[in-house]
């Protein structure tokens, strides 16, 4: 607690983090389990967001989630939206205080819960612990003609997602997956 902003340690001993809009953000807590739900594993264990990521400094910390995995991570300067399946960053220009206020204003548009709709419409609630897994990934061509949605433990995720996007630029960000059981 001692490494974190002032503004994340309020809202972190007020609440210890918190799911919200049936998955479209997860906010980490200060605990140790569930693994899920951990910051200290997101910023420090094993397979961290940022060794998972390589454009991600150490010392920015993944304070959030959207339902498909992008990370919020907040840094000196405001928050950062690292894009999971590519690997890139957009510094978002707010506060944490703007950054939750924006999503609670618009939470569809902002932290673009589009596939959690659609999931949830056709599948029923997100798990705990889970994230919506596009297939084939949204930064595909492929995509365009439509994905299947599947909830899978959000770790995995991070997992696919940072190794697909370490292997975009090697292959000039034409790939072809396949994913196998």
């Known amino acids: 607690m001692k490494r974190l902003p002032d503004s994340l340690v309020s809202l972190l001993f007020s609440v210890n983090g918190f799911v919200q809009f049936g998955g479209g953000l997860h906010l980490r807590g200060a605990c140790f389990e569930p693994d899920w739900h951990s910051l200290r594993r997101a910023w420090f264990g094993p397979g961290s967001i940022s060794d998972l990521f390589p454009a991600v400094n150490h010392n920015w910390v993944p304070f959030a989630e959207d339902c498909v995995g992008d990370q919020f991570l907040l840094k000196s300067t405001g928050v950062v939206r690292l894009s999971a399946e590519t690997g890139e960053l957009e510094e978002l220009g707010l506060t944490l205080g703007e950054f939750l ?48 949605l599947a909830a899978i433990p959000a770790w995995e995720l991070h997992q696919f997602h940072a190794e697909l996007a370490r292997s975009l630029p090697e292959c000039d960000g034409k790939i072809r997956i396949e994913i196998r059981d």
């Not at 569809?108 to 994230?131: K, N, T, V, W, Y």
């Open 101 to 148: 206020r924006r999503a609670n204003t618009d939470p569809i548009g902002f932290l673009a819960m589009e596939p959690l709709l659609q999931f949830r419409q056709d599948q029923g609630d997100l798990p705990d612990g889970h994230l919506v897994h596009a297939y084939p990934p949204f930064c595909t061509e492929e995509a365009a003609n439509g994905v299947s």
